[in-house]
């Protein structure tokens, strides 16, 4: 939540509605509580939820009598029942099991733990191999190098799928951060 300044005095903005309104006390408490900011910020956490969590939510809510009489409810995503089909609940448990396995294979207890020379000589590796082949030197995209570093990278996969990132959850580019060397600091 930020504050500015304006000719009617402090303006308050609310980051969950993208919505400002003067900031008074009553006005703050008005829209805190009200049922836009509640759907909203609930909406925003929801974006964030895993597939295990959604299935535990959902597997705990009845099934609901409008939606599966009409394929429409009054209350939509704020609705206390399941709008979830039984087939829906299947593909939701195949992802769960799906992500476990992933996480399963990626986490061998036997497997020896990488060192950072391990991984900077592999990366040496690859970076070279896909760069020159001989003593002819193939450019490659910037689109096509970002990719490999996102899959190679332990960034999670998730972070990538989030529209609008704020600067400080932004990883770096492949290349690092491009400084020029006129810039002055401080």
């Known amino acids: 939540m930020c504050f500015s300044s304006d000719i009617m005095g402090k303006r308050y903005y609310c980051d969950y509605c993208e919505r400002s309104f003067q900031d008074n006390m009553h006005n703050r408490k008005k ?48 609705c206390r029942f399941s709008h979830m089909s ?32 391990v991984w900077l000589s592999s990366r040496e590796k690859r970076r070279s191999g896909h760069t020159s082949k001989g003593s002819i030197i193939h450019p490659r995209s910037a689109e096509t190098e970002r990719e490999e570093d996102c899959a ?14 704020p600067p400080s959850l932004v990883p770096p580019p492949p290349g690092g951060w491009k400084v020029s060397s006129n810039v002055e600091w401080g």
């Open 31 to 78: 829209h805190v509580y009200g049922v836009q900011h509640q759907r909203a910020k609930k909406a925003w956490f929801d974006h964030f939820r895993g597939y295990e969590d959604i299935l535990k939510a959902e597997q705990a809510k009845r099934p609901c009598r409008k939606f599966l009489q009409r394929g429409i409810c009054d209350f939509g995503t704020s």
């Open 86 to 117: 039984e087939a829906d609940l299947f593909h939701l448990q195949k992802k769960v099991q799906d992500e476990k396995l992933r996480l399963e294979g990626s986490e061998d207890p036997n497997a020896p733990k990488p060192s950072v020379d």
């Open 152 to 165: 190679s990278s332990d960034v999670p996969p998730q972070i990538f799928s989030v529209p609008e990132l």
